[in-house]
């Protein structure tokens, strides 16, 4: 049974930092492209940042030198490590796990950004 369980979402103030995991389990994690997307309350999900299974990044332009995708292979975990946060990060985020076109999906973190 495929399972992605994310972790380390909460509120923070603006210019804060935070770190979100997200375990993999029932999958060859290191074949796998992973991925982070958010969705914010009336909005769309959206791309934040992906990791090739050969650790090649990539991140949206509203997160670049913000925030920071990693994996520890090892761990079957992958993380994304999100500095300077501000206000409109606020969204609930989901680790996704892609395999030629098989998507998996977490149950989401959410993520408040406030003062």
């Known amino acids: 049974q495929v399972q992605l369980v994310e972790s380390g979402g909460g509120l923070v103030q603006p210019g804060g930092s935070l770190r979100l995991s997200c375990a993999a389990s029932?999958?060859?994690?290191?074949?796998?492209?992973m991925g982070w997307y958010r969705q914010a309350p009336g909005q769309q999900r959206e791309l934040v940042a992906t990791?090739?299974?050969?650790?090649?990044?990539t991140y949206a332009d509203s997160v670049k030198g913000r925030f920071t995708i990693y994996r520890d292979n090892a761990k079957k975990t992958v993380y994304l490590q999100m500095n300077s946060l501000k206000p409109e990060d606020t969204a609930v985020y989901y680790c996704?796990?892609?395999?030629?076109?098989?998507?998996?999906w977490g149950q989401g973190t959410l993520v408040t950004v406030s003062s």
């Open positions: 996704n796990a892609n395999r030629g076109g098989s998507n998996r």
């Open positions: 990791i090739t299974s050969g650790r090649r990044a």
């Open positions: 029932g999958i060859l994690f290191n074949f796998y492209d």
